[in-house]
């Protein structure tokens, strides 16, 4: 099998996804864009702005967008502002989807304080989750600015899957959904028949299947709307 590591990269350049260039356009991100194979990302930081929009169902994220194997994404940092104007997007500081079935994303020791702002789901450190669990801890969301329209959170935005969380923080944080979920550490657990204009401290969901273990968790100076 092939693996993909990356260690103590940094990317400080524009990251511009050109609205109207083409149907099916790819996703975007500060160090990487997507990756069918196994992939640990270590020690890596995006200081530069990733920017798209017009397209539908594109994640743009500060380190890796779109995942679709397992990945470890350890001791890794984004700066930049991360944003969408597309439709049905995501976009998040750390790594924006990861949804194939199968999988598992470890993030550990991670950090954003970039704005992040997108049409649909925006989130400080994950933007979607499937697959079969995620695990996110010691990471944090500070000093910045989400917003999106169904989800926005300083953690993770969206999860249909086992959620692990624990000893993560946010701090001067503020948020803005519209008449969507907003929440520092996770907005909207689905599949859900969730209610519109929920606001929580911690999380927000309705009846859902999968496992929600969070532990460990402290937020400090939340905002809500702009």
Avoid: M
Wanted: net charge negative; with cysteine.
């Amino acid at each position: 099998d092939t693996n993909i590591t990356i260690n103590n990269s940094k990317n400080t350049g524009e990251i511009i996804l050109n609205i109207g260039q083409y149907s099916k356009a790819p996703n975007a991100a500060g160090i990487l864009a997507d990756t069918l194979a196994y992939t640990i990302i270590k020690s890596s930081n995006n200081e530069g702005n990733v920017y798209g929009g017009g397209y539908l169902n594109i994640s743009y994220a500060g380190i890796v967008a779109n995942v679709q194997e397992d990945i470890l994404i350890d001791n890794c940092k984004n700066k930049g502002q991360i944003t969408s104007q597309g439709s049905n997007d995501i976009a998040a500081g750390i790594l924006g989807k990861i949804i194939v079935q199968d999988t598992i994303a470890d993030i550990t020791n991670c950090e954003n304080t970039g704005d992040i702002t997108a049409t649909t789901v925006a989130a400080g450190i994950l933007g979607q989750a499937g697959g079969d669990e995620f695990r996110i801890k010691d990471s944090s969301s500070n000093n910045c600015k989400i917003q999106a329209t169904l989800a926005t959170a300083g953690i993770v935005g969206v999860s249909s899957t086992d959620t692990h969380i624990s000893n993560c923080r946010t701090e001067n944080l503020t948020l803005n959904a519209n008449s969507g979920s907003t929440a520092a550490i996770l907005a909207l657990e689905v599949p859900v028949n969730y209610t519109l204009g929920e606001v929580g401290n911690i999380y927000n969901y309705t009846a859902s299947p999968s496992l929600i273990d969070i532990k460990n968790i402290s937020v400090k100076n939340k905002k809500v709307g702009f």
